[in-house]
């Protein structure tokens, strides 16, 4: 019958009966270890033959011991035998550290017991208390594989080797912390009796056995339990893998994106860092950089909006200037401070934690891809709680964390670059953080239930750059294309007239060729603004319905008809010949160009972040802006804006190279006129959320825009000859002192082989809402110097360049 047991005062167990669903039959007897002490005594040794001795009259005294037990009263009696005997398994001496117990064969139940294992791992009725790291299902069917296990190899020699990695999970009685057991069974001390006729281990039952090792009922059904006793007890040492278990479950808690995103999740890594630290006054907190901001969330904290920016608290690193956070993020370093009363020289940051009462701090750095991204803090409210080996403990899921803060900025990234896209649509990467800002903002409003607009985004005091290429006379290269297409559609439509009142001579035909030949007429001395229109209604509502007819007059009229079709564009339902040709070179033309653009553009970016924006057309034209306002950190001078225009003005010749250098390439030969605006006072730009664009703010700078939109087609004062041409740069001003700075870059760059020789200083006609403009008209050297500008400088044409020498 098995016994149910509870444990003494003295750690030690008196057995009471209870009922069980284990299928064997088992007895709990000391035989088997009285048979092992024996054995292990040596006679002629003095101390152990004397014990010997002892043993062995004791047990005459008490047979009961060595006889199935099935009271535990009986134990209680001899309590000094019994202890003397189990002294082989568990030393006395290591009682207090050492994690065992005697148990039932095959029960959950103890008999005796260390100290510690009674203390943390035994419930007052002696069964096993804590939680497994399995049901309750699955812990029965290891019992019963363990047994069958023992069955095989001491009844029939049959060695399986089953081993399970049974985990208990108890809490620490003095700390109320957890405590993790890895469950090692010794069955040294279990005999396996047979009762009755066993199943003899034939060839066909050992096949359907081996077949079945994972099956319990197959394995009763084979071999039934009711034909084995265990007889003996069952050593159960309990390996503590506190550490291991902790550290795993760490792991496994932050691979899970939810893990600071979600109270219970939160609260699970501040309960599982104790257990690992054996702290339980421990307070964790983790923090989160973003630019210049600190985001810092607590152990404690409630998670209610389920985003590491609205559930934290925020800081700025010039509040934290001077703290260990400031260290921690600064020099990468991990900070202990054993008492914050002592530390110093403290700044307001630890003058708060000492108010929270927090004497003990470890703030360890959360590295990213070499960058430190976070960090890890840990508070305790006694001084020296926290300690240099506690550290080394954390080296292991800092990674982990790490990974998890990264994890959470990103699903951050990704909604406010969805705030963004909604709002703004997409945004030059040298603004985005001024977005990102104003985004954070708008979703920590909402958040809180307001429902406002995104704040304005302006940037104040910028200089803007301005330049054009555009194709020379592409209206009237288009309308050429245009007018040659329709010709051409109206001669293959007039002859196939033509042809059809050759084998019908209908009068319809003679006036429909009529008024074809009446359209080339028209469209031969130009292009009005309707004629498009009207050909192609001609076309299609008068012609090409007599088609159907004249398909039934002859295979030759067919044939023609069938070009005819072939010919026309299917998508458009017109010839689109010419047109193409022209809307191909164009578009070839403007690749080649936005390409460098583009190219030479990300070399300025390098410079100084900037705003850029391009637009195509006939041609390319792009704004720039440069100013303190657009950068997220200081390092804005007026040197980087000198060194801009320069660079504009490079980079054009080099768009003007290119130009020159595709005109060969292109099926209608385009030419390119390159134009740049200056404008040295700063202005303001606003981003308009309804257009999803940067505008001009402000009436006073309208004029800026006015310019930008006129000064293309701008004329030279008194004659007829349009200011921009291919070939040469033309760079408009308003103020003299604009024009010295760029007579300075042209004098440098005539020197260098960008361009040659003169300058024309123009005086331009007033344009509407733009007058007193002038110009400098260079022209570009159509082969590039051999290297670059300054080789071919010499030093002393420095000192004619003043607004250069800033540069």
């Not at 003058?351 to 701090?361: E, F, G, K, P, T």
């Not at 704004?623 to 980087?640: K, P």
Request: aromatic share 8%; proline share 5%; net charge negative.
């Amino acid at each position: 019958m098995s016994q149910q047991s509870s444990i003494s005062s003295n750690g030690h167990v008196a057995l009471q009966p209870c009922p069980d669903t284990f299928p064997f039959a088992s007895e709990l007897s000391l035989a088997p270890l009285v048979a092992f002490w024996q054995q292990s005594m040596h006679p002629d040794h003095p101390v152990e033959g004397a014990l010997a001795v002892k043993v062995q009259q004791a047990l005459q005294e008490a047979p009961a011991l060595l006889e199935p037990i099935t009271d535990g009263s009986v134990i209680a009696q001899h309590q000094e035998i019994v202890d003397t005997l189990m002294s082989v398994i568990f030393p006395r001496a290591s009682g207090d550290e050492v994690h065992a117990a005697a148990l039932w064969p095959f029960h959950l139940r103890s008999f005796y017991a260390t100290p510690a294992f009674a203390r943390r791992l035994l419930a007052e009725d002696g069964c096993m208390r804590g939680r497994p790291n399995v049901g309750a299902a699955l812990i029965e069917q290891i019992r019963i594989l363990y047994a069958y296990a023992l069955v095989l190899e001491r009844v029939y020699g049959l060695n399986v080797d089953f081993a399970y990695p049974l985990i208990y999970t108890a809490t620490d009685p003095d700390t109320g912390l957890d405590c993790h057991f890895k469950a090692v069974w010794n069955t040294r001390f279990v005999e396996v009796r047979t009762v009755g006729e066993i199943p003899p281990m034939t060839e066909a039952l050992h096949n359907q056995v081996l077949a079945n090792l994972g099956n319990t009922q197959a394995l009763m059904d084979l071999l039934p339990p009711e034909h084995f006793l265990f007889h003996g007890f069952l050593v159960l040492n309990a390996l503590e893998v506190t550490d291991q278990e902790v550290l795993s479950s760490l792991k496994r808690d932050l691979i899970d994106r939810e893990s600071l995103i979600s109270t219970t999740r939160f609260h699970s890594l501040q309960a599982k860092l104790r257990t690992l630290l054996r702290r339980p006054e421990l307070c964790f907190g983790l923090a989160a950089r973003q630019g210049e901001q600190l985001w810092l969330l607590y152990g404690e904290a409630e998670i209610a909006y389920h985003c590491i920016y609205a559930d934290s608290k925020h800081y700025t690193m010039s509040e934290l200037a001077g703290s260990v956070y400031e260290r921690v993020f600064t020099h990468g370093e991990l900070v202990l401070i054993e008492d914050l009363t002592t530390y110093a020289p403290r700044s307001a940051v630890e003058d708060a934690l000492l108010q929270q009462d927090v004497r003990n701090l470890v703030v360890a750095p959360l590295l990213y891809q070499n960058t430190v991204i976070g960090a890890l803090e840990l508070l305790s409210p006694h001084p020296g709680s926290l300690h240099a080996m506690n550290t080394v403990k954390l080296q292991e899921v800092l990674p982990l964390f790490a990974m998890a803060v990264q994890r959470s900025m990103d699903e951050l990234d990704t909604r406010i670059q969805a705030v963004i896209k909604e709002q703004c649509t997409a945004i030059h990467p040298a603004v985005e953080w001024r977005f990102r800002q104003a985004a954070i903002r708008w979703i920590d409003q909402r958040q809180d239930g307001a429902l406002v607009e995104m704040e304005p985004i302006v940037f104040d005091q910028v200089y803007p750059l301005y330049g054009v290429s555009d194709i020379r006379g592409s209206s009237t290269h288009r309308n050429a294309a245009i007018r040659a297409d329709l010709v051409a559609h109206l001669e293959l439509a007039r002859d196939i007239l033509q042809l059809g009142y050759a084998s019908s001579p209908l009068p319809l035909l003679t006036a429909l060729s009529f008024h074809a030949c009446r359209h080339i007429a028209h469209l031969e001395a130009g292009l009005g603004a309707s004629d498009e229109i009207m050909v192609l209604d001609f076309l299609r509502r008068d012609v090409e319905p007599v088609f159907s007819y004249l398909q039934t007059c002859g295979p030759e009229l067919r044939d023609q008809i069938d070009v005819y079709r072939a010919t026309l564009d299917p998508r458009l339902g017109t010839l689109y010949e010419q047109r193409k040709n022209f809307e191909d070179s164009v578009m070839q033309l403007n690749e080649t160009l936005a390409a460098y653009l583009d190219s030479e553009e990300d070399k300025a970016q390098a410079m100084i972040p900037h705003y850029f924006e391009q637009h195509k057309s006939d041609g390319i034209e792009y704004g720039i802006y440069v100013g303190a306002s657009l950068l997220e950190h200081e390092g804005f001078d007026m040197v980087h804006v000198h060194n801009m225009r320069l660079w504009q003005l490079l980079m054009t010749c080099g768009l003007t190279r290119q130009a020159a250098r595709v005109k060969a390439q292109l099926k209608v030969p385009l030419e390119v006129a390159h134009l740049i605006l200056v404008q040295h006072t700063p202005l303001a730009i606003r981003f308009r959320f309804d257009e999803n664009r940067f505008d001009i703010d402000g009436a006073y700078n309208m004029r800026y825009e006015i310019v930008k939109k006129r000064i293309d087609k701008a004329l030279i004062k008194g004659s007829n000859e349009r200011l921009t041409q291919p070939g040469k740069i033309a760079i408009v001003y308003s103020q003299s002192r604009e024009a010295q700075e760029y007579r300075d870059y042209i004098a440098y760059l005539q020197a260098a082989g960008e361009l040659t020789e003169g300058v024309e200083a123009l005086v331009l006609e007033d344009l509407q809402g733009a007058q007193g403009l002038q110009a400098l008209r260079v022209t570009v050297a159509m082969q590039p110097p051999p290297s670059a500008p300054c080789d071919h400088v010499d030093e002393s044409l420095d000192t004619e360049w003043p607004a250069l020498r800033a540069v």
